[in-house]
């Protein structure tokens, strides 16, 4: 089977992008903040003990999954890892049935029984927050062979993290979506760091992985992952040629996490000069600016922007706080097929 092998660099282009409409720029950036609030507010509800278990949040990554998500249709499957809110709030899952996914009500996405890592909407194909690190890939290509094989229109866009290329099912999903050519995205948002692990010392080979996926016969780009335009771009051209190949198409995002792994985590094992040369780069802040600079948008509209979207994660939090616990009857449901 002939099989290309190409790896594509892809530079920041926040400098002049002639097909994006000032609407779908603002969407983008609506998009974002809507993460960072409500991941900022989680984190709070947190601290005061209304969300419980692990937590881990997106802040920092908000323009790998919006980018990549921005160029989805309805019918392309979406599946993550557990740090998985600020994928689904880019796919439009309900925003109230998010928030009381975590506050583990019975409002919630998965009823309130699966909180944090398994936010699920099986009506927008996104098929779940995994906390298994790399359980999502071979699950993502089952959902990419079922499309092949029903020769349905969507693709599946599988996220995870760097962690996630030290498992061996990883090596093992890249090879059969290379071997079955399925519509498949994967997208690594490579953020430098598995819990306190730098890649830098757990990863012989360096710290890029898109070159070790060409020996796989996979298409692959590399983009920086805090370039919303930069990512959207860059999925674009890989969802193409998904499309029209039917074959396998590999992201690596370079991005960060601004904040530790998991709520309880205090960052012992990083610097604050890395974390602050990342700063300098983060999308919220930058591409508002970039639109601003640009005369597509006001320093007011953005503030009217902001605090609309404020307002909707206050409701979210009103909305989670007011709804019922599960009930006892609940508790054995939903683990077995009916
Ligand atoms: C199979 C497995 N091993 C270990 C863990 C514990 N664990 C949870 S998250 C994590 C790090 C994963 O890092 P990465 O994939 O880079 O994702 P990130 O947290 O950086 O988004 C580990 C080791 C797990 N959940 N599953
Ligand atoms: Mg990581």
């Given amino acids: 089977m002939p099989r290309t092998r190409r790896s594509k660099k892809i530079k920041n282009t ?7 409409d000032r609407d779908a720029l603002l969407g983008l950036f609506k998009q ?3 993460i960072r609030q409500f991941e900022i507010t989680c984190g709070e509800q947190y601290s005061q003990g209304n969300i419980r278990g692990f937590l881990h949040l997106y802040i920092g990554q908000e323009a790998t999954g919006v980018g990549v998500l921005s160029q989805l249709s309805k019918d392309d499957y979406v599946i993550t890892h557990y740090r998985d809110h600020g994928h689904a709030l880019a796919r439009g899952l309900d925003v109230n049935r998010s928030m009381a996914e975590l506050f583990g009500k019975s409002t919630g996405l998965s009823k ?3 909180g944090s890592m398994h936010l699920f909407d099986v009506s927008k194909k996104f098929m779940g927050g995994h906390a298994i690190v790399a359980g999502q890939l ?5 959902l990419s062979l079922a499309q092949k094989y029903k020769n349905e ?3 599946t866009v599988c996220f995870f993290g760097d962690g996630a290329t030290n498992q061996g099912v990883y090596h093992e999903t890249l090879n059969l979506a290379a071997v079955w050519q399925l519509p498949i995205l994967f997208v690594l948002e490579n953020n430098g760091y598995g819990m306190g692990s730098s890649i830098e010392r757990v990863r012989a080979g360096g710290t890029d992985f898109y ?8 298409d692959t780009a590399e983009v920086d992952g805090m370039d919303v335009l930069a990512v959207r771009e860059a999925t674009r051209a890989a969802i193409d040629k998904i499309r029209s190949n039917s074959s396998p198409y590999f992201i690596e995002c370079k991005t960060f996490r601004f904040v530790g792994h998991s709520y309880a985590d205090g960052q012992k094992y990083r610097d604050n000069d890395e974390i602050k040369s990342w700063r300098n780069k983060d999308p919220v802040e930058t591409f508002p600016k970039y639109l601003i600079n640009q005369n597509m948008s006001t320093d007011q509209e953005i503030s009217d922007i ?3 979207i404020d307002k909707q994660i206050d409701q979210a939090v009103k909305f989670a706080e007011n709804s019922p616990n599960p009930p006892m009857s609940e508790l054995y449901k939903d683990i077995y097929r009916d």
């Fill in 14 to 20: 926040s400098s002049g992008n002639s097909f994006h």
């Fill in 112 to 114: 309130g029984k699966g």
């Fill in 211 to 218: 070159p070790g996926v060409s020996t796989y016969g996979i």
């Fill in 138 to 142: 071979p699950v993502a290509a089952g």
């Fill in 32 to 34: 974002m903040y809507l």
């Fill in 306 to 308: 902001k605090s609309k």
């Fill in 153 to 155: 229109e969507g693709i």
